[in-house]
């Protein structure tokens, strides 16, 4: 059974940095596009970023692009959201996200980890 954990995520003032990870079992990266989608209180669950399996070529919301940066260490079967400069609107639960029509449709999900920014 393929699982996504995530952690990383906490409290951090508006400006500040948190790295989040997702440690993938049962799914070998190098063969699966993933991603970083994230849920505000009172909205839709929204994409946030992906790496695809092919070259490690990235592709990011714009609100994000400057940011945020995605990764991944295979080895490990990790993956990772650089998120600097944070904002008050980057509060939400962030999830991982894995196969599919990866940046709206993906076939699986973590359980996801919250990120508050206070300002």
């Known amino acids: 059974q393929v699982q996504l954990t995530e952690s990383g995520g906490g409290v951090v003032q508006a400006g500040g940095s948190l790295r989040l990870s997702c440690a993938a079992s049962?799914?070998?990266?190098?063969?699966?596009?993933m991603a970083w989608f994230r849920q505000a209180p009172g909205k839709e669950r929204e994409f946030v970023a992906a790496?695809?399996?092919?070259?490690?070529?990235?592709y990011k919301e714009d609100s994000v692009k400057e940011r945020f940066t995605i990764s991944r260490d295979s080895a490990q079967n990790m993956v990772y959201l650089q998120m600097n400069r944070l904002k008050s609107e980057d509060t939400a639960v962030y999830y991982c996200?894995?196969?599919?029509?990866?940046?709206?449709?993906?076939?699986?999900w973590g359980q996801g980890t919250q990120v508050t920014v206070s300002s």
């Open positions: 996200a894995a196969g599919g029509r990866i940046t709206s449709t993906p076939y699986y």
């Open positions: 049962r799914l070998p990266l190098s063969l699966n596009n």
């Open positions: 790496i695809f399996m092919s070259g490690d070529s990235t």
